[in-house]
Nanobody, 116 residues
């Protein structure tokens, strides 16, 4: 059974930093692409960062230079380091595999709120 659990969200002031964690089970993150997505009310969920099996990372233009995705295979955990946070980064953040995202399987997510 594949499971991905997000944590680390919080209320932070603009310019601050947070690190989100995605703890996984039932999946080998070393050979699977894992993405961090976010969603705000009334908007579609968007992919903000991903890390592929070869360690190749990709970022949405809106977060390039501010967010860093990484993983620790031994801990089955994927991280999203978020720096220079802006109010527009406020959202519920989710981690997922592309396949599960396409099939509509999502976890609870973690709330990030950035105050101005």
């Amino acid at each position: 059974q594949v499971r991905l659990v997000e944590s680390g969200g919080d209320l932070v002031q603009a310019g601050g930093s947070l690190r989100l964690s995605c703890t996984t089970s039932g999946i080998r993150i070393s050979i699977n692409t894992i993405g961090w997505y976010r969603q705000t009310p009334g908007k579609q969920r968007e992919l903000v960062a991903s890390i592929a099996s070869g360690g190749i990372t990709n970022y949405a233009d809106s977060v390039k230079g501010r967010f860093t995705i990484s993983r620790v295979n031994a801990k089955n955990t994927v991280y999203l380091e978020m720096n220079s946070l802006k109010p527009e980064d406020t959202a519920v953040y989710y981690c997922n595999t592309p396949n599960r995202a396409t099939q509509g399987f999502w976890g609870q997510g973690t709330q990030v709120t950035v105050s101005s």
